[in-house]
């Protein structure tokens, strides 16, 4: 990303400026500077699956692909038909009834959504709870919608889940969104409906909205079926919730994902939509319903090949001294570091030795002492850079956990 000059001739916007600093400016630069020398690098800094998209969506596009009725502007709010998939996969999946109609607002990838949230509901001023360490767009989107994002800290000591009085203690009278997210990203932690039942309850008290990205539902291992917000009772007075194909069905690229829950909040989204774009390409659409209308059953092998990356990650690190968890969802491994260390430097150490990770300190403040391994590479690769992490010798005693400064 390139850094943005507030001293050209005409004179940026504050909220660019006010937007927070892109600290993985670093590690990106370096890791170019390693590219362009040629060195081979592992990387497992970015959380975009490496697999192809399923044979029958690629089947599903290239004949919707050659449809001229889909080669015209879209429908704002989605195709029906594709409002009433997500309907019936919800419904399956989760147990929670939704009406296709003023319930669902299909999405241009579900950042799009979650950062366009904010112009709705946030006027200048206003702020919003966002988790830290997050995804950036809950932080940023609401920036640039003139508010400002309180951190809410995710503790490990408390399953990487806010505390529901830290919560209440952080909300202001014009706090309007609470950020949520599990499976979560970057932490691979999970939640669970008692946890979901409090937040309803506290943000049907507090009139905040709850707006919880669940990207990650269906990349849970050990049979693990993660819980929707929208299962709770009273959650659609107050709640929405984001899903996305990108990670279930490895289509990062193609930009389709869903809103869905509080019909009013639906509509507003809705309504910044339409005066900022045009919809999805319909011929994405007819692919995605095809990616809904197929069995979970599909699911089983690209989970499986996660489970044994993890298998292979978790272990290969635990030998080293390493407190690797094992993550319940996400592809993600989040660990912390030496203690004497700063997640930057580590970064910085593991690429030495052609290993790419992202420092925790880049999805806020809490995150410092962690770094996020993702394990959207091959198995063999994966053995790779742990054979090389394995040369550093971070957990030696000198630098243990234990040798507290
Ligand atoms: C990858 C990811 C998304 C998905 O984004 P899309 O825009 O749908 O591709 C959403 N939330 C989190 C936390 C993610 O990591």
């Given amino acids: 990303m390139t850094p943005v000059h507030s001293s050209g001739p005409i004179p940026v916007a504050q909220r660019l400026t006010q937007l927070p600093p892109y600290l993985f400016a670093q590690i990106d630069a370096a890791k170019r500077a390693a590219r362009a020398q040629g060195r081979d690098l592992v990387d497992l800094g970015v959380g975009d699956p490496d697999q192809p998209t399923p ?3 690629l089947q599903a596009m290239a004949k919707a692909i050659r449809d001229p009725k889909n080669h015209r ?3 704002d709010q989605g195709m029906p038909a594709l409002r009433e998939t997500i309907a019936e996969w919800y419904l399956t999946r989760f147990r929670v ?3 296709p109609a003023t319930e669902i607002l299909p999405l241009i990838g579900s950042k799009e959504g979650i950062a366009h949230l904010p112009l709705a509901f946030v006027n200048p001023g206003d702020s919003t709870l966002v988790p830290d360490p997050c995804y950036p767009p809950y932080r940023t989107g609401t920036i640039l919608a003139g508010g400002t994002p309180i951190a809410l800290p995710l503790r490990e000591e408390n399953d990487f889940l806010p505390d529901i009085s830290g919560i209440r203690r952080s909300c202001k009278s014009n706090t309007k969104i609470l950020y949520l997210n599990y499976p979560n990203n970057p932490t691979g932690a999970t939640a669970t409906l008692g946890f979901f039942k409090d937040v309803a309850a506290l943000a049907l ?3 905040l909205l709850v707006a919880h990205d669940a990207a ?8 693990l079926k993660p819980p929707s917000f ?4 009273g959650a659609k007075e107050v709640g929405i919730e984001f899903h996305s194909l990108s990670k279930t069905y490895n289509m990062t690229g193609w930009r389709i994902g869903w809103a869905c829950g509080n019909a009013q909040a639906i509509a507003v989204l809705g309504k910044v939509k339409s005066n900022v774009d045009s919809g999805i390409f319909q011929a994405i659409q007819v692919a995605g319903i095809a990616a809904l209308k197929s069995p979970p059953k599909k699911l089983a092998p690209l989970l499986a090949a996660y489970q044994r990356r993890r298998a292979i990650l978790v272990e290969g690190l635990r030998k080293q001294g390493w407190p690797a968890p094992t993550p319940k969802a996400t592809f993600y491994l989040w660990t912390r570091i030496p203690k004497n260390k700063r997640s ?3 970064a910085q150490e ?17 995150g410092e002492g962690y770094i996020r391994m993702a394990m959207t590479v091959p198995e063999a690769r994966i053995r790779e850079a742990v054979r090389r992490m394995g040369r550093l010798k971070l957990w030696s005693t000198r630098t243990s956990a234990s040798a507290r400064i």
């Avoid at 990650?216 to 049979?223: K, N, P, Q, T, V």
């Avoid at 593991?350 to 809490?366: Q, S």
């Fill in 344 to 346: 930057a430097e580590v």
């Fill in 205 to 207: 008290q507090k009139k």
């Fill in 230 to 233: 929208l299962q709770v009772s």
């Fill in 216 to 223: 990650y539902s269906e990349l849970a291992f050990d049979g």
């Fill in 97 to 99: 009834k939704l009406d």
């Fill in 55 to 57: 044979a029958f969506i």
């Fill in 350 to 366: 593991l690429l030495r030795v052609n290993v790419v990770a992202t420092p925790g300190n880049g999805f806020g403040e809490a």
């Fill in 73 to 75: 502007y879209a429908l």
